[in-house]
């Protein structure tokens, strides 16, 4: 069957494949601060050293008080409650810090600037009011979820002060977390959350960016908990419960078995929905080091599949995502061939023996599909 299509859809069609990549990454040490060494890392290669950046100097300076506020974000593990304190008591209220990560290079602070100048007559005016500008290199961006999405150029940021009790304070901090490249190369890496497919018959790893340590269970559920992008073009569902309903930790007990709760009662879910959710939440948890179990617990009910309250973290394989099932497939000398434990072949069937030129391909237990030359016809 061959189907001609628009330069939209085939974008559309080629979408679903999702490719994660690695990002390697050195240790560093901060410039300022107190610093500690841990004895070892989580196994994801990121830096150990922990930093606790200072709070506001008395009397700083608005420049000061800009520098120190961009450090404070660079605390690890990551709070926000050092940064909160260079913030005016009512912008400290209303910062959205969870609403995504922008990652940063070369900031450059310039000099104060006011709309209040000094005259003649009045030469120790005192100012209450300024602005200090950032210049940036833009690197990267998350957004609340932690997907990422590459930046370039430069752009400018700028910071509004008051006087608070006598001391520079900032009352526009931007939505979400503003870090150094240093850092996210630091200590953040790709992670895998999982969906289902439209038809809930299959799981799809969508790849975000989480940062690592003791929080990392929380950071993923919390992500998955966000659900699927808000895009009616979107071919993923979720059975995971809303954000708002689940418990703020995710705790590691000393027996390997985590905690995941929501407020939600699950036994108003059916059968079917429940190991939906539970199959969504264990597989993303697969990549947390020392998790063996996981418990799911909704309102006053308890999921327990198979008479077990602590789910194994290798169950629910049957929704594995394809990609689990160790197979790769190209387009090799016109033909599509299946590469699976370092062995290629032609798969079995008419596209093995004569692809028509394709030269996109993608590939699922119901067939394969193919942008045929030209880039204007779909061959399934």
């Not at 957004?143 to 006598?166: A, C, D, H, K, P």
């Not at 996109?360 to 030209?374: E, R």
């Amino acid at each position: 069957m061959t189907i001609s299509l628009t330069n939209g859809a085939i974008k559309r069609l080629c979408a679903v494949a999702v490719a994660t990549v690695g990002l390697s990454a050195c240790a560093g040490i901060p410039t300022s601060g107190p610093v500690t060494k841990v004895a070892a890392d989580s196994g994801f290669g990121q830096s150990t050293v922990l930093y606790a950046p200072a709070g506001p100097s008395k009397d700083g300076s608005p420049q000061d008080i800009v520098r120190g506020y961009l450090d404070a974000m660079l605390a690890y593990p990551m709070t926000t409650g050092t940064a909160s304190a260079f913030l005016t008591p009512g912008a400290a209220r209303q910062w959205h810090s969870l609403a995504g990560v922008r990652v940063y290079s070369a900031p450059q602070v310039a000099a104060p600037v006011t709309s209040v100048p000094r005259s003649a007559d009045q030469p120790d005016l005192r100012i209450d009011h300024v602005s200090v500008r950032v210049s940036v290199v833009n690197e990267s961006r998350l957004n609340e979820q932690g997907r990422y999405t590459g930046m370039s150029g430069n752009s400018e940021i700028t910071f509004r002060l008051s006087r608070v009790g006598g001391q520079w304070r900032i009352n526009n901090p931007q939505d979400g977390l503003l870090v150094n490249r240093k850092f996210f190369t630091d200590y953040f890496r790709p992670f895998n959350i999982y969906m289902f497919d439209r038809p809930g018959k299959r799981l799809v790893p969508v790849p975000v960016y989480v940062a690592v340590g003791d929080q990392l269970a929380t950071a993923l559920v919390t992500s998955l908990a966000r659900g699927p992008a808000p895009d009616p073009n979107d071919t993923m569902r979720s059975y995971v419960p809303e954000l708002k309903t689940l418990r703020p930790s995710v705790p590691l007990t000393n027996d390997g078995i985590t905690d995941v709760e929501f407020d939600e009662e699950f036994g108003n879910l059916t059968k079917s929905a429940q190991d939906h959710l539970a199959a969504q939440i264990v597989w993303t948890l697969r990549q947390v080091p020392d998790i063996s179990a996981v418990r799911l617990v909704g309102g006053t009910t308890a999921l327990s599949p198979s008479g077990l309250t602590a789910q194994p973290i290798g169950s629910w394989g049957a929704y594995g995502p394809s990609i689990a099932r160790g197979q790769a497939y190209a387009l090799s000398g016109n033909r599509v061939i299946e590469i699976d434990d370092g062995h290629a072949a032609p798969v079995v069937g008419p596209w093995g023996k004569d692809a028509r030129g394709a030269r996109l391909i993608a590939v699922s237990s119901n067939g394969i599909a193919g942008v045929l030359a030209g880039g204007s016809q779909v061959r399934v």
